[in-house]
């Protein structure tokens, strides 16, 4: 029986894919032209050189305000023997962009002349030919070539087309990409109602995605409707699309290897498969294919692997059929904050924040599976990790792909510790009040941030570690494990720590006890997290033993995280603050106020970026931001503790 199942073709290393993509299709870039006017040929590509048709200036001009003079007929004068001239016979009043009168030849500034009365002006230095002028065709001469083929218009360029005559020019036709959504599951946000979005339906954004990347590139698009997986409907979509006015057709969905991935096998009926499988990640499953002549790219569905493989094969395409360079991105060299292992024999796209930290750039990994689109949206950089490499060692410096301006990232403050909600909160007041400065925080628990201060590769860190002696927070454990380095302690919070339950508490859970009942099963938090560390605290207190709690080695590593796994019901109860509870509708039994506090080394204390940040948070507007959160209290935030 035949298998149902795809078989991958060789997978290609990345650079051979793009050369034979390249090679399938080797006249592209001559698109015909289309006539526009000029301030519409900005952001679009020259189809032909373009000459002016008049000179700028078209006359001799004025460049300053003052007379119009011959400079002949002042050659001589000077401070000792000053010169008068009769205004309307040896000088013209003129202002700055005036025809030059008959005759004149140059322009005495009105600050250097002694006006001696309504007809006559005295000067004390001589004029020489064409001072102040600007000569007729100084900028532009008419017929001169004023951009060649292929050139992209800038706003500035449009300045200079209208200034040499030229009102209308032929610009390259914007390549057509067809874009065709497929999958059973996908669903059209614009009809369908998102309460009628039932688990297992995913709302198409890919296709949208792929549509204003076309646009970024210069291109423009269409998106088809979204097709089933049925390998006739997907056929028929690609068939009528390529027999179509389109220059490239783009399928997202159904490349890999699943029993209802039909991609390659409508590329095979077709026309030709070139290449299905690359040895990149994310982008591994795309297909590239020929089919009547033009090019078809199965896009894989998981969204970053789509935006690589864009990047990748179809930004190329684009740039050639508009005669344009490929752009290169910006590159620096980056500091990794950990070791971060890599599969041998895939190009690995390591989507990355950075933040200038002491003296060099830090690059702290974002989540790498390729269906998070925010690890995407929220990267200010890309690493590469070659096939050939195993991952990167700890503190190695390594080369990153820009996706931000540097200016941005120098002025990043870096937070990496226990993850709370009113992080979020500052991070958005902080670029309200003071645009150029951005917050950008990781989430490692807080001994994860105590270890990324000791290692030098944060501004601060949130953290929230009890002392269980003393009940105290945090500067017991700065002083255990930070004995080297200077810091500050400044609450940002107090907060809500509890049991977070579903909706109406069908389990009727009253406390920390009740952890130990066999229908309850429990959602823990990573070794580390302060929340871990307060739970082990609260058992210890009642006596009551870890392996006691069901669920008690299943961990997750933010309050979030944790909230969610309620609210699908995989567990009856997790620990954690009570803005996670109330963001999911959830249920909230408090058990602890807790001190939640920002721990800053002190070579960043008085920075000048710091300073705005803790301004900030002792602000009115952010305070009232925290407490409408609920389950906060700032009544001590701002308080320097150390
Ligand atoms: N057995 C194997 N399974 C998979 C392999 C493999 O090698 N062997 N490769 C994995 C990799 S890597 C990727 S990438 C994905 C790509 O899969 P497909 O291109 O076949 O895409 P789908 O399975 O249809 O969808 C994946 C994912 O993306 C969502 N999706 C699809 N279209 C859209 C859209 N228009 N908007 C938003 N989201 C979309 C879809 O619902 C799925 O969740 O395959 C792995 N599997
Ligand atoms: O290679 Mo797939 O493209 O990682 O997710």
């Avoid at 399938?24 to 050189?49: I, N, Q, S, W």
């Avoid at 991609?263 to 095979?268: D, G, S, V, W």
């Avoid at 002549?293 to 740039?319: D, H, T, W």
Wanted: with cysteine.
């Amino acid at each position: 029986m035949k298998s149902k199942r795809n078989v991958y073709l060789k997978m290609k290393p990345l650079a051979e894919a793009r050369k034979i993509l390249s090679d399938a299709f080797p006249r592209f870039g001559t698109l015909e032209a289309e006539t526009v006017p000029a301030p519409d040929a900005a952001g679009r590509v020259l189809a032909e050189p373009i000459f002016a048709s008049v000179s700028a200036p078209n006359f001799h001009a004025a460049a300053m305000d003052g007379v119009a003079v011959k400079a002949e007929i002042t050659f001589g004068i000077s401070e000792t023997r000053p010169g008068e001239l009769i205004i309307g016979k040896d000088a013209f009043y003129v202002n700055t962009g005036h025809v030059l009168p008959d005759g004149t030849n140059a322009v005495i500034m009105v600050e250097h002349l002694n006006v001696l009365d309504e007809d006559r002006v005295e000067i004390e230095a001589p004029a020489f030919p064409w001072q102040n002028v600007r000569r007729m065709g100084e900028d532009i001469v008419a017929t001169e070539l004023l951009f060649s083929r292929n050139h992209r218009v800038t706003p500035y360029c449009v300045g200079a087309l209208i200034e040499g005559g030229v009102f209308s020019v032929p610009v390259r036709r914007k390549p057509r990409v067809m874009v065709i959504p497929t999958g059973s599951e996908i669903v059209d946000w614009r009809k369908t109602p998102i309460e009628n979005v039932t688990p297992g339906q995913v709302l198409d954004s890919n296709s949208y995605v792929l549509g204003k990347l076309t646009e970024a590139c210069g291109g423009e698009f269409v998106r088809h409707e979204v097709v089933r997986d049925d390998l006739g409907l997907i056929t028929q979509a690609v068939e009528e699309a390529v027999k179509g006015n389109f220059d490239i057709v783009l399928t997202v969905g159904g490349s890999s290897a699943g029993s209802e991935d039909y991609t390659r096998e409508m590329m095979a009926d077709l026309g030709e498969v070139l290449v299905h499988g690359v040895t990149i990640m994310p982008g591994k499953p795309v297909l590239i294919g020929k089919i009547g002549n033009k090019p078809v790219l199965g896009m894989p569905g998981y969204p970053v692997s789509m935006i690589v493989a864009f990047e990748q094969f179809v930004r190329p395409l684009i740039c050639r059929m508009l005669g344009q360079p490929e752009p290169e991105p910006v590159k620096i060299p980056v500091e990794t904050t950990r070791k971060l292992p890599s599969r041998l024999g895939v190009e690995e796209f390591l989507r990355v924040r950075l933040g200038k930290v002491g003296d060099r750039i830090v690059a702290t990994s974002l989540p790498r599976g390729a269906g998070c689109i925010t690890s995407i949206t929220e990267a200010d950089g890309i690493i590469r990790i070659p096939a050939h490499s195993e991952g990167i060692r700890e503190h190695e410096t390594v080369t990153a792909e820009l996706l931000r301006p540097l200016n941005t990232i120098r002025n990043t403050l870096v937070a990496v510790g226990s993850h709370d909600n009113t992080l979020d909160v500052l991070a958005d007041q902080l670029r309200a009040d003071h645009g150029g400065l951005t917050l950008s925080s990781s989430h490692v628990g807080s001994m994860g941030g105590l270890m990324a201060i000791k290692r030098g590769v944060c501004h601060l860190a949130g953290s929230h570690l009890l002392d269980t002696e003393d009940g105290s927070y945090n500067l017991s454990w700065v002083k255990r494990f930070l004995p080297e380095t200077a810091v500050r302690i400044v609450n940002l919070v107090f907060r809500e720590q509890g049991l977070i339950v579903a909706r109406g508490n069908p389990k009727g859970i009253q406390g920390i006890e009740d952890l130990a009942r066999e229908d309850v099963r429990f959602m823990n938090r990573q070794s580390g997290s302060g929340t871990r560390i307060l739970l082990d605290y609260r058992l210890g207190q009642i006596g009551m033993a870890p392996a006691s709690v069901n669920g008690y080695a299943t961990e997750e590593f933010t309050h979030m995280a944790v909230a969610v796994a309620v609210l699908s019901g995989s567990v009856d109860v997790g620990l954690g603050i009570y803005a996670a509870a109330k963001a999911l509708n959830l249920d909230f039994i408090p058990v602890v106020t807790e001190q939640y506090d920002l721990i800053i080394p002190e070579e960043y204390f008085g920075s000048e970026n710091m300073r705005i940040l803790l301004d900030t948070i002792n602000t009115g507007a952010f305070k009232s931001r925290v407490e409408a959160l609920g389950g906060y209290s700032t009544e001590k935030t701002g308080e320097i503790i150390l």
